[in-house]
């Protein structure tokens, strides 16, 4: 589901990552991947807020995922020296709110190698 989408976006984060390494804030990797998005025509939204419904009422509270890549792919993206279990499910529940099955985890932080996982939740598929 979205594989090719999520090989080009991965590409654009590893050109990132290549280009100025390891270690800087969230925001100067957000504003370089929106660079490189760009660049390569890749069609995103950076920082859509989402809001939860209760049977029919908005809640108060915003969620802001980092991205929403092809229309379709959630992206959340970090720069700390370890992905931990709370940072995926932060991505976990905005594909819930956001209805769309398929988000990437992205974190620049880590030093050697970009870091990354790809979450897909199924009883989402086609919604």
């Given at each position: 589901?979205?594989?090719?989408?999520?090989?080009?976006?991965?590409?654009?984060?590893?050109?990132?990552?290549?280009?100025?390494?390891?270690?800087?804030?969230?925001?100067?990797?957000?504003?370089?991947?929106?660079?490189?998005?760009?660049?390569?025509?890749?069609?995103?939204?950076?920082?859509?807020?989402?809001?939860?419904?209760?049977?029919?009422?908005?809640?108060?509270?915003?969620?802001?995922?980092?991205?929403?890549?092809?229309?379709?792919?959630?992206?959340?993206?970090?720069?700390?020296?370890?992905?931990?279990?709370?940072?995926?499910?932060?991505?976990?529940?905005?594909?819930?709110?956001?209805?769309?099955?398929?988000?990437?985890l992205i974190n620049f932080g880590h030093k050697g190698t970009l870091e990354w996982k790809r979450l897909v939740i199924s009883d989402l598929k086609g919604a």
């Amino acid at each position: 589901m979205y594989e090719q989408e999520g090989y080009d976006l991965m590409g654009a984060a590893f050109e990132v990552y290549n280009e100025i390494g390891y270690g800087m804030a969230e925001e100067v990797y957000q504003q370089c991947l929106d660079i490189e998005l760009e660049l390569r025509q890749i069609s995103f939204v950076s920082k859509q807020e989402l809001r939860l419904r209760y049977k029919g009422q908005l809640i108060d509270k915003k969620y802001v995922p980092d991205l929403f890549v092809f229309d379709a792919i959630v992206v959340e993206l970090k720069s700390v020296a370890k992905l931990t279990p709370e940072h995926e499910a932060q991505l976990f529940n905005y594909m819930r709110i956001a209805r769309q099955p398929v988000g990437y985890l992205i974190n620049f932080g880590h030093k050697g190698t970009l870091e990354w996982k790809r979450l897909v939740i199924s009883d989402l598929k086609g919604a």
